[in-house]
């Protein structure tokens, strides 16, 4: 899972980038998706295929295949801000250290 989260904060970093700074609430949209399918794919090959039972989201209502649930889509949505907020300052912080190098 610590890999899952390193591709999707890193995914969720690149879409500043990608997209020229798109507005928050787009990141955050789209951050949301990220994770949601990723959780997906990730869910349905360790959960199903392989029966590793990492976490099922069967008891929860608007699953699907008890991999993903809204509940969790829609956290992953306010969760993206912070991704996005911490991806931006590390790039601050690596701009500076940068400048304060070629001194």
Known sequence: MGVLGGVCFALIGLLDEWQD???LWLQM???AMIVTVLELL???IVNRWLGWGVWDYSDMPFNLW???CLQFAV???F???AAVWLEN???RLASWLAH???R
């Open 29 to 31: 949209l789209e951050g």
């Open 89 to 91: 300052a590390l790039h």
């Open 75 to 77: 956290a992953w949505f």
């Open 42 to 44: 990730v869910g349905l």
């Open 21 to 23: 700074h798109p507005p």
């Open 66 to 68: 008890g991999q993903v």
């Open 79 to 81: 969760l993206s801000a």
């Open 100 to 102: 304060r190098r070629g």
